[in-house]
C-alpha cells in the first residue's frame, strides 16, 4: 500500500523560507520521479516541481529559482525547500510519483499546509 506523509508546512511571512519533507512508503521509490503538487484554497491542485530519477528537476515557472526539489533515495523522502516565499505560494502541498497525466493519481496523501502572510 502507497503511503505518503508530508510534513514541515507552517506560517510565514513574505520573504521567509520553509522546507518541506515527504516520507514515502509502499512502492520502489528510488525507480519513480516523484513531484511536489500544490493545491490553493478554491483552485486545481497544480504543478511545482519534479525529481526525475535521471536527477534532471524541473520547476513551475512561478518557483524557479526560489524552490529546490531534492530526493533521499536510501531513506524514501523527497524535500522542497522555498525560498522567497510569496503570499501565492499559499496553499496545501502534496509529494506523489510524477508522470505526464498526474492529475488523475487519485491516492494523495494528507499534504501540509503552507500559509504565506504578513
Known amino acids: 500500500q502507497v503511503t505518503l506523509v508530508e510534513s514541515g508546512g507552517g506560517f510565514v511571512q513574505p520573504g521567509g523560507s520553509l522546507r518541506l519533507s515527504c516520507a514515502v512508503s509502499g512502492f520502489n521509490f528510488r525507480f519513480d520521479d516523484m513531484g511536489w503538487y500544490r493545491q490553493a484554497a478554491g483552485k486545481q491542485r497544480e504543478f511545482v516541481a519534479v525529481?526525475?530519477?535521471?536527477?534532471?528537476?524541473v520547476y513551475n515557472d512561478a518557483v524557479k529559482g526560489r524552490f529546490t526539489i531534492s530526493r533521499d533515495n536510501a531513506k524514501s523522502m523527497v524535500f522542497l525547500e522555498m525560498n522567497n516565499l510569496r503570499s501565492e505560494d499559499t496553499g496545501v502541498y502534496y509529494c506523489?510519483?510524477?508522470?505526464?497525466?498526474?492529475?488523475?493519481?487519485?491516492?494523495w496523501g494528507q499534504g501540509t499546509q503552507v500559509t504565506v502572510s504578513s
Open positions: 525529481s526525475y530519477v535521471s536527477g534532471i528537476t
Open positions: 506523489n510519483i510524477h508522470r505526464s497525466d498526474w492529475y488523475t493519481i487519485d491516492s
